[in-house]
């Protein structure tokens, strides 16, 4: 007896992760991709998907198919607005777009148990990334003073990255101390990087790279750096198939791709 497929739309896709993913659906059997949202699509090429003709291209809630799952790879600024057309919709949110705060998760999961359905909200999709966190958090309990340094494509239209902001909550988490008091005197504004949880963080943006996350603890006498290298969006993809594969099997909207985990 086989099973049946999993439905998916993804949102934000004609940006770079929503294409890969698009792609990466497609070429899984166990999934199948039965439309694509983005309200600025029909502005200018609608018709330049290079999608299969059966998946439906929205461009307002009213078009979007049936489906179980709502990918979303879009921006910081609209992301919280679709996850919650999602959920009223009855779809699971499986949210890989960064920026969503602390303050909007927290109403986004009161909006998911209230529809009784569960989700996904996931920093990194990248397995490398996702231990590099592990591993900050570990560090901390006896490195409390720590900074990062995220690293990314000149095109990355948010900072700080979604990663090193989770990292920094890691790194909270991870204390069982604060850190020293930050005591210098900076003559360029915002040299010292902008402050998440009590860790600076520094980021880079330069073309050339895709994305890297870089986490310097420093001690009596020693230091310890932990880092990260992302070299293609393929990395991405191993984290976003098997989050969809296992996404509607949770009852809760979780945070952190190790929620899917073995
Ligand atoms: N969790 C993870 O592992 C990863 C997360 N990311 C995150 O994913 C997000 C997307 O990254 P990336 O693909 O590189 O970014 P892009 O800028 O390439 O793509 C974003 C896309 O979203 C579209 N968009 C804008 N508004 C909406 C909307 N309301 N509904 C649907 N689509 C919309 C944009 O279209 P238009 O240009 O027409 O506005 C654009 O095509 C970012 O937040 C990034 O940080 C990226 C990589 C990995
Ligand atoms: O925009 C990107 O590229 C990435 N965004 C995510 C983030 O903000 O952390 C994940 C990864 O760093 C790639």
């Known amino acids: 007896m086989s099973e049946s497929k999993i439905r998916v739309i993804v949102a934000g896709f004609r940006g ?46 009213d078009e979007l198919p049936e489906a179980d799952v709502w990918l979303d790879f879009t921006t910081p600024t609209v992301v919280e607005n679709n996850v919650e057309v999602a959920l009223q919709h009855g779809l699971v949110p499986l949210v890989g777009t960064s920026g969503l705060t602390t303050a909007q998760i927290k109403s986004l999961q009161a909006l998911a148990a209230s529809a009784h359905l569960g989700g996904l909200i996931v920093p990194n999709f990248g397995l490398s990334a996702v231990l590099l966190t592990q591993f900050a958090k570990q560090a901390a309990k006896y490195f409390p003073n720590a900074e990062i340094i995220e690293m990314h494509h000149a095109d ?36 010292r990087g902008g402050i998440v949880d009590n860790v600076p963080i520094h980021a880079v943006r330069l073309p050339g790279y895709l994305a890297h996350e870089q986490v310097l603890f420093g001690g009596t006498g020693e230091a310890l750096t932990i880092r990260q290298d992302t070299y293609d969006r393929e990395s991405f993809m191993v984290g976003v198939k098997l989050a969809l594969s296992k996404v509607t099997t949770l009852t809760e909207l979780k945070v952190g791709l190790e929620q899917v985990l073995d």
């Open 16 to 61: 770079s992760m929503g294409t890969a993913s698009c792609q990466t659906i497609l070429n899984d059997d166990r999934f199948e991709l039965t439309g694509v949202f983005d309200p600025h699509a029909a502005l200018t090429d609608g018709n330049d998907t290079h999608l299969p003709s059966q998946v439906v291209v929205a461009t307002t809630e």
């Open 156 to 191: 990355k239209r948010d900072a700080p990255s979604g990663t090193a902001v989770a990292t920094a909550h890691a790194i909270a988490a991870g204390r069982q101390q604060q850190p020293d008091s930050d005591h210098t005197e900076s003559s360029v504004d915002g040299v």
